[in-house]
């Protein structure tokens, strides 16, 4: 099945400072999508992106389906932006997410 | 709106005991998910519905766990007996559709974290 891969696996950084995150995928995908767990456990989708860029206020994201990467750019990260950050993707041939390992992000005040 | 209920919030059982888990989806939502999530891991789908029929329940270790949808609205997922290697946080996921090329509304529960001792 479709391997997905994410990196750093773990990141801490002071309040204010930007980042990048990155996931990348063994096959072809359909679907993709960021989610973001915060300290609580909870689940929130944060793009879906299976090619392309979008922004939303202080987060981007850009995939590049051709290369099979996905980059989520955080920028004046706050506290708030704490939890683990989840890449999931769904391959041509199956139709179920992925989930990647995570990358654990801590924001230092 | 409300959001994918989930009960109860944590659970802790003694090995070889059953438990269960109660999922209750975003109304209207055809698609319902379980979801493992071992510590530092990401989440593992278990099993999927299309209203009250399984679409895929290909990494439900079918020995021991055991799910249905009655009526095609609310899950319960069941575990008996448990095993140690079975504490993990168990997600419940809807959406208004479940294709392999979007999911509308996709939403996570809370989940219910289970502990084996």
């Known amino acids: 099945g479709i391997q997905v891969e994410q990196s750093p696996p773990d990141l801490i950084l002071q309040e204010g400072a930007n980042s990048t995150l990155r996931c990348n995928f063994s096959d072809s995908v359909n679907n993709l999508q960021w989610f973001h767990q915060n300290p609580w456990g909870q689940l929130i989708n944060l793009f879906y992106i299976p090619s392309g860029t979008k922004q939303n206020g202080r987060l981007s994201a850009t995939t590049v389906a051709t290369e099979r990467y996905s980059l989520l750019y955080i920028s004046s990260s706050q506290t708030t932006d704490s939890g683990v950050y989840f890449c999931?993707?769904?391959?041509?041939?199956?139709?179920?997410?992925?989930f990647g390992p995570g990358t654990r992000l801590s924001v230092l005040p | 709106e409300a959001g994918v209920a989930q009960s109860p919030r944590y659970k802790i059982i003694e090995k070889r005991q059953s438990v269960a888990f109660w999922c209750n989806p975003i109304?209207?939502?055809?698609?319902l998910y379980w979801y493992q999530q071992i510590l530092g891991q990401g989440p593992k789908l278990l099993i999927q519905?299309?209203?009250?029929?399984?679409?895929?329940d290909s990494q439900l270790p079918k020995d021991r766990f055991s799910a249905e949808r009655l009526k095609g609205v609310d899950s319960t997922l069941k575990i008996q007996p448990a095993k140690l290697e079975d504490s993990a946080v168990y997600l419940c996921a809807s959406s208004l559709v479940g294709t392999g090329e979007r999911f509308y509304g996709y939403t996570f529960g809370s989940g219910t974290r289970l502990t084996v001792v």
């Open positions: 109304s209207g939502h055809a698609t």
């Open positions: 999931a993707v769904v391959s041509y041939y199956g139709q179920n997410f992925v």
């Open positions: 519905f299309q209203n009250n029929g399984v679409v895929d």
